[in-house]
């Protein structure tokens, strides 16, 4: 290959790709399971040739053994799974809200496929998730995501080693937000169903033979779905918001 490119023009081009291949595996929108592999492979082979001027003179040079050239591959591979991977674990707050809504308005037992999550979740879950990839690229936040993978090279530089208690703190903190935000984003429809369950039971107090869960039923599910339809778009705009701020640490959150 030498008369197209050097060894170690090859090189730093691997290494680049394999941080951009583990990230977009998993990217909110292109990483998705419906998205045809060979789509993904390509995307991720035409954005490593765009970032190779910028970021290819910073690799190091070929180790002189086999397994050097595995482990730098690998460690590049890793970081890239780590940055993809905190964006698709805060993707779940909206599969939580959606759950706790379904659970609230007894439409839980409604299952459908959530392509966002890869597997069967409340339809509300699964509307909620495919809502917030709708939003990432209607508002343009997919760029910023493209940000932090260039300035990723600046916090995770070649020749640094994985951080791997950080990242695990990392993991933690965004699922503990993220849970956080979903039970916040439902909170409307969560103060209606005590609200109506205290009303429920008052009822049945006073009233034992009056059949009130006939009643409650269909108001439950048209008082909780008309709250929810409500404050989506409030929700909406919080979860964007909140999604801004994971992207903070890679420098980009506010652009």
């Known amino acids: 290959m030498e008369s197209y490119a050097t060894a170690q023009q090859v090189f730093a081009g691997g290494l680049i790709f394999a941080r951009l291949a583990g990230i977009i595996m998993l990217m909110p929108g ?14 991720a082979f035409v954005f490593a040739l765009v970032l190779f001027p910028v970021i290819g003179g910073t690799a190091p040079p070929i180790p002189p053994q086999v397994s050097g050239v595995a482990g730098a591959v690998i460690k590049e591979t890793l970081i890239g799974l780590m940055i993809g991977g905190i964006l698709k674990l805060f993707m779940a707050s909206l599969s939580t809200a959606g759950e706790v809504i379904s659970i609230q308005t007894t439409l839980s037992f409604a299952q459908t496929a959530n392509p ?24 343009n936040l997919h760029h910023l995501f493209i940000g932090a993978v260039v300035k990723s090279y600046s916090l995770f530089p070649f020749a640094r080693d994985i951080m791997v208690n950080d990242a695990g703190q990392l993991a933690v903190q965004t699922v503990g937000k993220a849970f956080a935000l979903g039970v916040q984003m439902s909170a409307p429809v969560l103060v209606f169903g005590f609200i109506l369950n205290v009303a429920i039971g ?41 999604y801004r701020e994971i992207l903070a640490p890679f420098g980009v959150g506010n652009g």
């Open 116 to 139: 966002a999550m890869g597997s069967t979740t409340p339809t509300l879950g699964t509307f909620l998730s495919l809502l917030g990839m709708v939003l990432i690229m209607s508002t």
């Open 30 to 43: 292109v990483g998705e399971g419906f998205v045809p592999p060979r789509v993904r492979l390509a995307f």
């Open 202 to 242: 008052l009822v049945a107090r006073v009233m034992p033979q009056f059949q009130v869960f006939f009643v409650a039923a269909p108001l439950s599910v048209l008082l909780g779905l008309s709250i929810f339809a409500l404050s989506l778009g409030v929700v909406g705009m919080v979860w964007l918001d909140r």
